[in-house]
């Protein structure tokens, strides 16, 4: 399998001081998809916001072989789509089209182009006929679709979400994984929406206070009650 | 939560509906240029002025109440802003109080200034409130855009109307959480109160800030801020825009020659 991402000996401190990654080691392959799990606080949002180059990291990371770094941002982030947790951070715009057209521009393309990849991006969400529609009008189940569609329009390699099913009722949070697994696309997922990992994840990462815990099958990992209730993926009481 | 919106009968379909929102802009400021800079004697003016935007009003079928309601919430600040005016204008003394240790005296020129400039902002609204009540805000902020608008002004509208929902649903939100844990005290500690709630959401508006730029750059953006080009002139905007061009130009004309 071609490796698509890697991480080598990758820590991070915010500027606050507060320690967020430690020596975070991990190789994505092409095809895959991986959850990765651990508490609130764990870091899994700063080793995603990594993955583009949001955050710097000084050659830590490597995608398709290339350092993230100043002169590869561009092409990075049009690799690696980054959904953020909260839709109304990542639906700036006024109107739907908007959003899910400011990548392609941003990326260069002509307007004919634009226009087909936003009308493929809504579709492969199911959220056609949404395009001018304002994003504050809309459920939060249908602003997450939407925020999908604002990174698969850039026809990224690698789909890094944050706790996509986060906020959502159970049949939106389905209809969501389902969606999901429909694009065929290596995905990374950080969630701790243990449902979710098990319908859709092959492998799985634990990360605790910016630590890698443990990395495997799913199945392992999602069997291992010691493991999940230590690290605040369980009922503590089964420690 | 809903609120009321800005643009809120802007999906109906009409007339000025479907007129180029560049029309509708230009036009709009051509009156309002033409109503403010009319002399405040020229009554005549001001009627063909209000008959005009009640036309266009009728044409696209606003709800009257609505529009009726909109404008008067504009008044209680140009009442406030024009209210010192009759006092301090010179001429005619219409009416002299003697209030403790002053004397203050009402002019008619300034009565008169006093009602043009409620007249002048009553239409000037109107004609504002018809503008937006006709355009989707994002078709507006487009034509300011090809206008040829500063972008980073443009942007910063459209964020501005992003998240303004977005923060009043915040304020809404700590609001209940508040009220839910009120139990009275003091006028000082609900001041306090309301003062660590603007704190709060000033932090979270900034680091929201910071989400939202995040998320941008994740998606390409490098601070230049590039556009796609969609709209058209139509026939229609040029009949409009010629014609409501010819009847200002004729207003003018009637005040030149009254």
Redesign the interface.
Known sequence: MEEIIRVDNLSFCYPDGQQALTDVNLTIYQGETVALIGPNGAGKSTLLLHLNGILHSNGAVKVFGRPVDDKNLRWVRSKVGLVFQNPDDQLFSPTVFDDVAFGPINLGYSEAEVRELVTNALDWVGMRGYEQRSPHHLSVGEKKRIAIATVLSMNPEILAIDEPTSNLDPASKWSLIELLRGLVITKIIASHDLELVQALCHRAIVLDRGVIIADGATSNILADKRLLSAHGLAHAKAS | MKHSFLDQYSDRDSIIHRLDPRTKLITTLFFILAVVLTPPNRWPAFALYFFLVAALLLFSKVPALYVLKRSLVIMPFVVMLAIFIPFFKEGEVAGSYNIWLWQISVTYSGLQVFWNILAKAWLSILSLILLTSTT???NL?KSLEQLRMPRVMTMIL??M???L??LVDEVMRMRQARDSRNFGGGRLWQLRTIGNMIGTLFIRSYE?GE??Y?????????GQT?????LNFRQLDVFFGVGLGLVLILATVVNLLY
Do not use: H
């Not at chain 2, 995040?214 to 490098?222: C, I, P, S």
């Open positions: 989707k805000f994002s902020l459209s964020f109307y992003r998240y929902f977005v929201r989400r939202v995040a998320a941008m750059m994740a998606r390409g953006f490098d590039r556009t796609l080009e969609s």
